[in-house]
């Protein structure tokens, strides 16, 4: 008799751990927005969107061909690998959009905006503080590198500015 009710017992419990498990609720994650930082340069929005390909490619970021229009460059979410961020943050991504907007015949602005994902709360955070100190240098450096990709006018820009995208070493369009 006690072999059979222990028997019992192990089935039942086993029956209640088989049970599938209601599934979690998918939290969104919390979005921060930057500040854009901007610049205008000398030249058509052609040559400005290919310098800012490049730029972003050379710095590993992958570009969302889906997302992507003449106008506009996104970035796939990418997580965040630094050890400091992950131990004291969690699990961060962050993403990128680029805006070019031509302002007149040769005249062009470029605009990044960043924003960084995570499933905790960083409203209240110092890391949140920092991580836009850090984004605001890390964006005022990006526009530099786009400006340098920028150096001359007309047709030459054009050329110089999509050789720069081929030759950028991994500049990758997720399709």
């Not at 854009?36 to 490049?54: I, K, Q």
């Not at 110092?126 to 150096?151: F, I, K, M």
């Amino acid at each position: 008799m006690t072999l059979r009710i222990l028997l019992l017992l192990d089935i039942a419990v086993a029956l209640v751990l088989a049970r599938p498990q209601a599934a979690e609720a998918v939290v969104p994650p919390h979005i921060y927005v930057a500040e854009p930082c901007a610049d205008t340069l000398a030249v058509g929005p052609a040559c400005v969107r290919s310098a800012a390909a490049a730029a972003l490619a050379r710095d590993h970021w992958t570009l969302a061909a889906d997302a992507c229009r003449a106008d506009t460059l996104v970035t796939e979410w990418k997580s965040l690998r630094n050890v400091f961020v992950r131990l004291f943050v969690g699990d961060v991504s962050a993403r990128c959009v680029v805006d070019v907007v031509p302002l007149g015949p040769g005249l062009t602005a470029v605009v990044m905006r960043a924003a960084i994902a995570s499933q905790r709360d960083l409203s209240a955070s110092p890391a949140l503080d920092e991580a836009c100190h850090r984004y605001r240098s890390a964006a005022r450096t990006w526009l530099q590198n786009v400006r340098g990709l920028v150096t001359c006018e007309g047709d030459r820009a054009l050329a110089a500015c999509s050789a720069a995208v081929v030759d950028s070493g991994g500049a990758t369009i997720k399709q």
